[in-house]
């Protein structure tokens, strides 16, 4: 009898423990779940604009009617982009610091902000063409 009592004691602990670790497993999954979509990388975006702005500001640049001001084809640029990420949910803003032009050479330099209200990064840019 006494051996039936200390067996069905084990087994009740190892019950409690197993309880115990499938509890706190769960728990977690759920988690970690809740929080995946809070956890995000905003190089895909940043990846995008470096590799887009540039392109967009010469071609602009280019088409566009003699004696127009680079800020103003920078302006019309930046508007662009601002509108197409905040559509996103993004916030994106432009600042133009210098535009020169030289012997049919195009000189920027400009800062942007990119923000997705988690995470907010600032790049000071240069770009020559």
Request: overall charge negative; proline content about 1%; charged content about 15%.
């Amino acid at each position: 009898m006494r051996d039936q009592a200390q067996l069905l004691l084990v087994s009740g602990l190892l019950m409690s423990i197993t309880l115990i670790a499938v509890t706190s497993t769960i728990t977690h999954s759920v988690n970690l779940g809740s929080h995946q979509g809070e956890r995000h990388d905003i190089t895909p975006v940043i990846t995008s604009l470096e590799n887009s702005f540039s392109l967009a500001l010469e071609y602009e640049v280019l088409n566009t009617e003699a004696g127009t001001e680079l800020s103003v084809s920078f302006e019309i640029v930046t508007e662009e982009f601002e509108s197409i990420l905040a559509s996103r949910g993004y916030s994106l803003v432009y600042k133009l610091t210098s535009a020169t032009e030289s012997s049919g050479t195009h000189t920027f330099v400009y800062s942007y902000e990119l923000n997705d209200n988690t995470i907010s990064v600032n790049f000071d840019k240069s770009l020559t063409f």
